[in-house]
């Protein structure tokens, strides 16, 4: 199996002084966008749950790197395995909400998110016993043809959201936004995932399909270049990124079909490196540090 450098040698000052935040949003493979021909929500129960197989994973690498995350669950996901929504939780990480039915946000009304998103947020403050403070949209599809959706995560009681995209998406949007985490609605933080220009192009630097699409030395230097600068970088994964052994759907176009399956198989070596390279925390937590050193007073409790 390759082995990926975790870039200390090199440079020892990389991610010394800046915590990042690290997630992941948990839905099962049938959930993903790319796969959508193939599996139409009406058929997700009768494919194979692999998700608490596929945390098992994500939680065993966590640990032994001493590291907390927050987990996006999806909350279809959640009121199916509660258990390991506590076990997540009982770790010491934090718990948010990727909505209900995974459905892209600029397809919905106004009212159509508000019940997808109040229906989550019961569910899991429901199995938790704590309070969801964050949200992020499905394929970060909240566009500037919908930015209403801020409005409706700050009504829900939410305090930050990260689902702005400050990369063009092709058909599925993008929205242009400060780098850093900012307030964008009084008492509503933003925490976009990370990107950064790169010979007249933003380069997403964000997870996903571009950490594993990437080579990781590419990766590891933009998160370094960014933590010079004093700025955190937020990340984020899919469970089902780091399992190799999923189910290959048939009926799926060459191009989605390849950002879903391209190298599965070494996600999770790359991962090992990425912790060991840069200091990670829960997204309220970077937050929470972000905002007492750049504001009289913290705006999140």
């Not at 021909?37 to 197989?53: E, G, H, M, T």
């Amino acid at each position: 199996m390759r082995k990926y450098s975790n870039g200390r040698r090199k440079d020892k000052t990389i991610g010394s002084a800046i915590t990042n935040g690290l997630s992941f949003d948990v839905e099962e493979f049938f959930h993903a966008h790319n796969l959508a021909r193939a599996a139409p929500a009406d058929r997700w129960d009768s494919f194979p749950s692999r998700v608490q197989l596929q945390l098992e994973l994500i939680l065993g690498a966590l640990d032994e790197a001493g590291v907390k995350a927050t987990f996006f669950f999806l909350a279809w996901v959640a009121e199916r395995h509660a258990g390991i929504v506590k076990r997540v939780l009982s770790q010491g990480h934090e718990i948010a909400t990727h909505g209900y039915g995974h459905q892209f946000v600029y397809r919905q009304s106004r009212a159509q998110f508000g019940e997808d998103l109040k229906k989550s947020v019961a569910i899991l403050e429901d199995i938790t016993g704590r309070r969801v403070l964050g949200y992020r949209a499905p394929s970060f599809s909240i566009t500037n043809d919908c930015l209403w959706a801020l409005d409706v995560i700050k009504e829900a009681g939410l305090r930050y959201d990260s689902s702005l995209f400050p990369v063009h998406l092709g058909n599925r949007g993008g929205v242009a936004s400060r780098f850093v985490p900012h307030e964008i609605r009084s008492g509503l933080c933003e925490m976009p995932v990370a990107s950064m220009p790169f010979m007249g192009v933003r380069l997403p630097l964000s997870g996903g399909f571009y950490f594993r699409f990437f080579p990781y030395s590419l990766t590891r230097w933009g998160i370094g270049r960014i933590n010079r600068r004093g700025e955190p970088v937020v990340l984020y994964f899919h469970p089902w990124e780091f399992d190799s052994s999923q189910p290959v759907l048939k009926g799926i176009p060459a191009f989605p079909k390849y950002r879903h399956y391209v190298n599965l198989k070494t996600n999770l070596v790359k991962l090992n490196a990425l912790l060991k390279s840069f200091r990670w925390a829960p997204l309220r937590e970077v937050l929470l540090d972000w905002e007492k050193g750049n504001s009289p007073e913290s705006k999140i409790a």
